[in-house]
């Protein structure tokens, strides 16, 4: 291909056209600063961006079942509370799920059904539900699913001042999420517990100054902290208290793995209500990532929220449904998939009334952060766009330099049998190939500053005499990783934009009348 | 045939309106060579690029081998058909001899083997200067990688314009032989644009151009 060759030999620096080649090699250093800025920039937004994503579905799972007010308002929900099976009490998912009954009412020990009682219809909804998961489990292995719930109690801790040793108090009111043991991130979360996170009375459990967590088979003496076995969560007990994990903020207003205190709650009665108390031990704490209610979220066993469940009612402050069934993935970017497959079966298994499907860029917690997201990564894209179209015009006054530098020869060309065809796309594939060649510079150059990022973070820091990026908004440390979708887009982007540039000087050494040139020449 | 044109007009409005040619008709048959002689500014040159389709004349036409020459065809025909030497040489400065003498093929996206190359620097004798850059040649080098390259899609017709313009006498009788032994021996047609009567006496047939017209010189 003779239009490759002779680009080529226009574009490789000559004595002769100094001019012409320090301006090729200004137009290919901007593109390439710009190619370097554009694949750092997006690279960093786009690991926080997933940092982000993945401490907001850290606690909270990636795809999220809810029971829908149809399946509230169903014979099957509302059975629980006229049957004595159920101990006239309504259930929670979980338990609906575990009991061997579907249909608790008893006509020879219940109260008849009053006429206006929803009808039963149907199969149960959430023994169904669980089997439909089950089923798509066998299809994908990798999801992994459990339900889930959430309460409110007032969270009373017993502390001892820090300052004289004399004993305090901490209140807050709080929300409980029952523990899901299936989560995958759960160990991820979890703060490894360091001997000064205990509770003096506790320091004897420590082993060579490590708090063990991990082990292989249920240890002996079992640590008074949250420890897994296989990688299965154990919650210790002691003393008969419900171990509470709580979010790590709670450390530095003193409170410690052995903290006693208490979970107090208001139970309806017929005639009154009355202050519940259930006695609490902290046994860690977790990092609750950027969940709106997160530091006032503990995790309990899920016995805890059940008894507070069958006493009253909560409600979230972001609508976020206090019962359900969270469903795991590995890849954040097949939840929306997932999604429509959990869907699909519902529809067949006539159960999608009675369920509401969501992923996380629907949750009620996380529905603005992602649309948030969603138009920053577009508006970045084009500014991205902007700069390299505007780099990228470089192209166009060097092209049009070596269109008259060239003149002559573009004439022989023609007078060889060129057509303008040819000539316009010596020029195009000279713009196209300027593009490339920034490309691969500012991507080699974007690696290596990406490698080096903690360094030249560092010597930011250092320059302003304060840390340059808030750990609280990027992380520990900035994301190094190169985003491939920016990789892709100025990989496009680049040599397309620079052959578009290389069309006008194109068009302009195509319309050269050979006739003319070689007549003056 | 291989060249017909007939009633060609040119003529060129800036600055001042200027007839080049009026109602010109010429053709050449296969092993004729023609020569166009006249003063300087008569219009040989215009006349030469009008018949190897480098310009369009402002009306007439112009078949070459039986093809009506338009816009849209040039390019094809020129490639096929037509080798051009020029009085400046017009070598590409940047490749070698033998680069430069492949290039036609090249464009016209036909083989373009070193052997091709070198066979057609053989018939110019400068086989030795194969991969000499095109801007070391001496002038008659350069005219004669010129030629070499005029032959490289084996074409029909050789236009020249002023060949020997620009060269010392001995090149200029080279050059003149290599030129009428393609006429004589591989059956070339040639039509040049010169002044040089020397080399005009040379040709089967002699035109010459004057005020745009063009009439059989003796």
Redesign the interface.
Known sequence: M?EL?LAY?YLVP?KKSLSTALISLMSVLVISLVVWLVLIFLSVISGIEKNWLQKLTSLHAPVRLSPTEKYYNSYYYQIDALASNSNYTLKTIGEKYQSPLSDPYSTDLDAEIPPYWPKKTGEDPVKEAFNELADLKKEHPEILFQDYEISGALLRLNLMSPADGAPSFLSQMSYLLSLTEQNPKLRSILIEPTPNDLDSSLKKFVENGVCRIDFESEPETPPPWVYFVKGECRLPQRENRTPVLLPKNYKEGGVRIGTLGSLNYMASSAASSQEQKIDVRIVGFYDPGVLSIGNKCAIVPVETTRAIHAANRTFSPDGTPTNGIFVWTDNLTDAALLKKEIESRLEKAELSSYWKAATFEEFEFSKDLMLQFRSDRTLFLLIAAIILIVACSNVISLLVLLVNDKK??I??????????K?IASIFGICGALMGALSCLLGSLLALFTLRHLDSLVSFLSYIQGRSAFNPAFFGKALPNELSYEALLFVLIATPLLSFAAGLIPAIKASRI???CV??S? | MILSAKNLFKSFKEPQRVEVLHDVSLSASQGESIAICGRSGEGK??LL?IL?T??EPDSGTIEIKGKAFSSSNG??????H?G?I?Q?F???D??TALENVL??A???RLSATREKGLALLKKVGLEERADFPAKLLSGGEKQRVAIA?ALC?DPDLLLADEPTGNLDRASRELIAKILFDLVKIEKKTLILATHDMELAKLCTRKYSLSSGHVSLAE
Do not use: C, V, W
């Open positions: 003779f060759s030999k000559k002559k020869e004439a022989i060309l023609q007078s060889m049998g060129a057509s303008f040819s009348r050979p006739s070689l007549r020449e | 040159t215009t690029h190897g480098l310009e390019a094809g025909l020129r490639n096929e037509i051009f020029f400046s017009n070598l590409l940047d490749f290039m036609p090249r464009i016209g390259r899609n």
